[in-house]
């Protein structure tokens, strides 16, 4: 079974709030936020984009979202279901970066139209796991 994760209030609409991207600070102890100018278009080119910017340090030298030894294998949507593919190497990522990685990447994909859930999986020795280590196929 996997998680999911979500963040932030819809209810806020995007052109109220503009939309955020989430990065780590250089401490490693919390998210910090960026407005972000995502292009318009189709939900999967911004679901890419904002994947490609999660994978690159934020402005004040905030750290990537996404470090640079996790590798994304993909992800599908489905009925507002985004699930994000992780290489292996996100199981070795200490646990409170673990944490922050997780929640930056679900809380900036939750922000795009038609993205309703996130969920997190990644990829061992052939098998789907979710973030907490559970098997799911």
Known sequence: IATFWG?????VTKAEKGFQMYYVNTAN???VTESYKLQEGETENQISEALKALQRN???????AIPDT???NGYTLADG???VDFGESYNVLNPQVEVLCRTAVVCTL??????EYVACTIWT?????NSNGNESI
């Open 125 to 129: 020795d052939r098998r789907r796991q």
């Open 81 to 83: 279901l985004l699930t």
């Open 110 to 115: 939750n922000q795009i139209d038609g993205v």
């Open 58 to 64: 934020g402005k004040d030298n905030d750290k990537k």
């Open 7 to 11: 963040c932030g209030n819809k209810s």
């Open 70 to 72: 996790v590798t994304v």
């Open 29 to 31: 102890t919390k998210l």
